[in-house]
């Protein structure tokens, strides 16, 4: 028996899960004085399909977006490669119990994994001799967390759509 707001998915379009990764990356390549703070929004939407769609965004995945993201904001090569596998693997690690939840539900849990990444980034700047970067960049992972619903919201939202409306069907 299905609850009220729980609902049958249809299946996700590889076209707009590749869509959805680039529009995400652009957003993540607007210029903004390297602040801190900002939320990484390639992260965000790379582990929304993690989580829903691992058949075609999985840790490989992760791991050359982090390679790709270093390049970007040209820091060693390997930081954000690392951070960010290991976030896909505590979402995958994760999956079937996050899934239970809806997206405000999951906050908690993907405020941990957010948190964790930007602490591994922070940690290894600091490691390899890197600046002091002050205590802002914890912001970027509740930013990320408050982000989550609404990425949640527009990326399931195909998925959602009625195929063939029909009124004796209860799905």
Same mark, same amino acid.
């Not at 990356?25 to 965000?44: D, E, K, R, T, Y």
């Not at 690392?82 to 939840?101: E, P």
């Given at each position: 028996m299905l609850l009220k707001d729980q609902r049958v998915l249809l299946p996700a379009n590889p076209a707009f899960i590749a869509l959805s990764l680039v529009v995400a990356f652009m957003i993540s390549l607007v210029p903004l004085g390297h602040l801190a703070w900002m939320p990484q929004f390639w992260l965000v939407v790379m582990l929304f399909w993690c989580l829903h769609q691992p058949k075609y965004v999985g840790i490989t995945a992760l791991f050359l977006a982090g390679l790709v993201m270093d390049v970007n904001d040209t820091t060693l090569l390997g930081i954000h490669a690392v951070a960010y596998s290991i976030a896909g693997c505590l979402v995958m690690f994760g999956s079937r119990r996050i899934l239970w939840f809806n997206a405000f539900k999951q906050m908690p849990i993907v405020f941990v994994v957010f948190f964790t990444a930007s602490a591994i980034v922070w940690m290894l700047r600091l490691v390899s001799g890197g600046q =002091? #970067?002050? =205590?802002?960049?914890? *912001? /970027?992972? %509740? *930013?990320?967390? &408050? &982000? =989550? #619903?609404? %990425?949640? *919201?527009? &990326? *399931? /939202? #195909?998925?959602?759509? %009625? #195929?063939d409306r029909d009124m004796t069907r209860p799905l």
């Amino acid at each position: 028996m299905l609850l009220k707001d729980q609902r049958v998915l249809l299946p996700a379009n590889p076209a707009f899960i590749a869509l959805s990764l680039v529009v995400a990356f652009m957003i993540s390549l607007v210029p903004l004085g390297h602040l801190a703070w900002m939320p990484q929004f390639w992260l965000v939407v790379m582990l929304f399909w993690c989580l829903h769609q691992p058949k075609y965004v999985g840790i490989t995945a992760l791991f050359l977006a982090g390679l790709v993201m270093d390049v970007n904001d040209t820091t060693l090569l390997g930081i954000h490669a690392v951070a960010y596998s290991i976030a896909g693997c505590l979402v995958m690690f994760g999956s079937r119990r996050i899934l239970w939840f809806n997206a405000f539900k999951q906050m908690p849990i993907v405020f941990v994994v957010f948190f964790t990444a930007s602490a591994i980034v922070w940690m290894l700047r600091l490691v390899s001799g890197g600046q =002091w #970067p002050g =205590w802002d960049i914890m *912001l /970027a992972p %509740v *930013l990320e967390t &408050l &982000l =989550w #619903p609404f %990425v949640s *919201l527009i &990326l *399931l /939202a #195909p998925q959602r759509r %009625v #195929p063939d409306r029909d009124m004796t069907r209860p799905l």
